[in-house]
């Protein structure tokens, strides 16, 4: 089969995608929930930095490929700029030929490249990033230019009983944590401001970017808690924010119960501030049954060592964490280094 073309995506062009995407993703896989185009028109539609998508057509307009990126704002050493995740890119089964660097995925992953990550025009990709599975790393390293960036990525977990919730809470100190609703959501972005020069490389967390990440997201399946310094009992909460988690409770594709804690707002090295965040997100899983904390920090966060005091254990994820970089003016070992990215920042949970 021979004879394409690839182009930006156009209005109208998101009902053939979707279908694409239901159809190759759910090929061997039994456990495959088809998505909906509510869910596509919010990952993509809805995200306030829009989207950034090329199609590839067979020779009578028909949408055979789909390379999918979601851009985000990030500081970099101070400075805001754009970077993006490249998400749910596909190729037809019947387009899915050898690997050569004439392939259509292939072809279509360069012409991306040249159309959003040239660092002539004045908006661009500093790069893009994202976890490919074990077929498409071998692959994107060889001929897409990915850089493996912590492969595979860490984690941070913990299986835990009633008990530990009484332990974290007891390390609080005046620190109190519980959950909250999303009229709260400002508060979380003026910890996020307040504690951004903490990082030299990681995502803008923003009001617009927390509600379409975690508040507005299709089914809702988020919960928030939010720990307040000196506000007396758990009931009042009057005290001065200090720090937030974003968590989620049973993950669905997980082979068991897990709650996944996905962001983390306030110091990293404030571990009172944290004992309080994980004494109540254990409560919260231990009342529906998941006994197991899951989280990703990566290891310029501080908030690594507070959480190894506070019981976790840092294990290897399955996923390979990668990066084309595009921008000049740092490199991957600077990345390694300073990157502070976590669960929220990507497309898994």
């Known amino acids: 089969m021979s004879g394409f073309k690839i182009r930006p995506y156009e209005a109208g062009d998101e009902e053939q995608i979707l279908n694409l995407f239901n159809r190759v993703f759910s090929a061997d896989n039994p456990d495959f929930t088809p998505r909906d185009m509510d869910a596509w028109r919010h990952t993509y539609e809805r995200n306030p930095c829009g989207h950034k998508t090329l199609v590839g057509t067979d020779l009578d307009g028909n949408i055979v490929a789909n390379y999918s990126s979601c851009p985000v704002k990030i500081h ?200 309080a965040l994980l004494s109540k997100v254990a409560a919260v899983a231990w009342e529906r049954e998941h006994a197991r904390l899951e989280t990703w920090l990566t290891p310029a966060m501080p908030h690594i060592d507070c959480l190894r005091e506070l019981g976790l254990a840092q294990e290897n994820t399955q996923f390979n964490l990668c990066m084309v970089l595009f921008s000049q003016d740092y490199d991957i070992s600077w990345v390694q280094k300073n990157w502070h990215l976590t669960m929220g920042d990507t497309d898994i949970y």
């Open 76 to 275: 970099v050493k101070g400075e805001e700029r754009v970077a993006s995740q490249v998400v749910d890119s596909c190729v037809d089964i019947a387009w899915r030929r050898s690997l050569r660097k004439n392939s259509l995925f292939i072809t279509i992953a360069h012409e991306y490249q040249r159309t959003y990550c040239d660092i002539s025009q004045p908006t661009f990709n500093d790069f893009i990033y994202g976890l490919p599975n074990e077929n498409h790393y071998p692959l994107g390293v060889r001929l897409l230019g990915y850089t493996p960036v912590h492969c595979p990525l860490p984690r941070q977990v913990r299986d835990f009983d009633e008990g530990w919730s009484s332990e974290l809470a007891a390390r609080a100190g005046d620190v109190v944590a519980k959950e909250a609703d999303w009229t709260q959501l400002e508060v979380v972005a003026e910890l996020a401001a307040r504690h951004a020069g903490d990082m030299s490389l990681g995502n803008v967390r923003d009001l617009p970017y927390l509600a379409w990440r975690y508040r507005d997201w299709p089914e809702q399946p988020y919960g928030l808690i939010i720990a307040r310094r000196g506000g007396g009992t758990e009931g009042g909460g009057e005290g001065e924010p200090c720090g937030a988690v974003f968590f989620r409770v049973g993950v669905p594709w997980e082979k068991r119960p897990v709650v996944a804690v996905l962001d983390w707002f306030g110091s990293g090295s404030d571990e009172q501030t944290m004992a």
